[in-house]
């Protein structure tokens, strides 16, 4: 689906810019208006997107009544998919992290390391939550939870209804972050609390919920008016970030903002859906997919191919040798098994404007900020 791949490359484009740009312009922000750095900082708000079109890819197919989740044997199948789908990469990437960075360790921090990423420790660990050797890893962490949660949450639907679960969700949600950041009000870097699962329930049954309406015909056809309203919600919930993490404004209240934000999300999203079949959605610009098709990859790279070759070649070498490394595993380990590349890399003239979106692992981001 376009949509998503496009949505997922504009989410994996605002991580990169957070990281390589955002770095620069704090140190050069002298008499730079706070509005217009409230819009260069938060690129980071990738991992709301990301999260959001988890559950609504993930849940899709329920939606649509093309599987089900009724035995325990639908529940093994689904496991046995994500993980084939998330761990392979995961781990070829850990290992070959870990044994580049070995060489400047120690004995007990290597084994430490080791523990926490092979074992996925850091996911449960209260200061290890952000691992210092890929710190972008607590993100795929919380979607392996949700992988793990999701036959649940399919059953609870089916039960409760996803209006009901919906509000649960909403409320949980919001209560964990407002927690969270009483328990630890630091302003930047990820929260155990606020930034983990529980913190983070409501952008996933969201995507789930958006599913719902798109498998029943129901996104109604004046949904693209939703966008110029979502776009207001994203940049008042990007104001109210910034002056949180770097003008003083309690972090507390980062846990409402977090709600703007990802009411702002699903408007581009509903709107995304409704004007897709329209073929005018810039969305369906082919490199613009690409790069979302890979998000994955480049996301699970960016962190330790930057903090590696930046200091020696620069921001450019850095993010060509990243988008380098990620169209390799992307190619022969997330999807080996394709035997066409140029169907990956929509390079066969048919999948230019459209590609069918795959359960694929909707990489997240880590950031500075949230």
């Known amino acids: 689906m376009s949509v998503v791949n496009g949505l997922r490359g504009v989410a994996i484009l605002g991580v990169l810019f957070q990281h390589v740009v955002w770095g620069w312009i704090s140190h050069h922000s ?9 819009l260069v900082s938060n690129g980071w708000t990738g991992v709301n997107l990301f999260f959001i079109l988890s559950g609504f890819v ?12 009724l035995t325990w044997k639908d529940a093994t199948r689904f496991y046995w998919h994500r ?3 998330l761990m392979p990469l995961y781990y070829f990437a850990v290992l070959l992290i870990l044994a580049i960075g070995a060489a400047g360790m120690s004995q007990a921090g290597f084994v430490e390391a080791a523990q926490q990423l092979l074992l996925l420790r850091f996911v449960v660990s209260r200061y290890g939550f952000m691992p210092p050797i890929d710190y972008p890893l607590w993100s795929i962490g919380v979607e392996i939870l949700f992988s793990v949660a999701f036959p649940v949450m399919v059953v609870l639907v089916a039960r409760l209804g996803l209006v009901r679960i919906l509000a649960l969700a909403l409320s949980a949600a919001l209560i964990a972050r407002i927690f969270g950041r ?8 990820p929260n155990f609390i606020s930034d983990n699962l529980p913190g983070r329930i409501d952008e996933f049954v969201l995507g789930m919920a958006i599913a719902e309406l798109y498998a029943r015909e129901r996104v109604p056809i004046w949904a693209p008016r939703l966008i110029g309203p979502g776009l207001f919600l994203i940049a008042l919930s990007w104001e109210a970030f910034f002056q949180c993490q770097y003008r003083g404004l309690s972090t507390v209240m980062m846990s409402p903002a977090n709600n703007l934000l990802d009411a702002g999300l699903c408007c581009v999203l509903l709107g995304a859906l409704a004007r897709e079949g329209s073929g005018r959605s810039v969305l369906a610009f082919a490199p613009l997919q ?8 480049i996301y699970i790279w960016h962190a330790p191919v930057m903090s590696a070759v930046v200091p020696i070649a620069g921001d450019v070498p850095a993010l060509l040798l990243t ?16 035997p066409d590349w140029r169907t990956l890399f929509l390079a066969n003239g048919i999948g230019w404007r459209r590609r069918a979106a795959t359960e694929a692992p909707v990489a997240t981001c880590a950031s500075h900020g949230h």
């Open 323 to 338: 988008l380098a490394v990620a169209a390799f595993t992307y190619r022969y380990i997330e999807f080996r098994k394709e």
């Open 182 to 189: 009483i328990w630890n009000p630091g302003p930047l870097g």
């Open 83 to 85: 993980l084939f789908r």
């Open 58 to 69: 993930l849940f899709l197919p329920y939606a649509a009544g093309l599987r089900s989740m």
């Open 30 to 38: 002298g008499g730079v208006p706070d509005g217009l750095l409230a």
């Open 290 to 297: 690409v790069i979302g098709m890979m998000c994955y990859s």
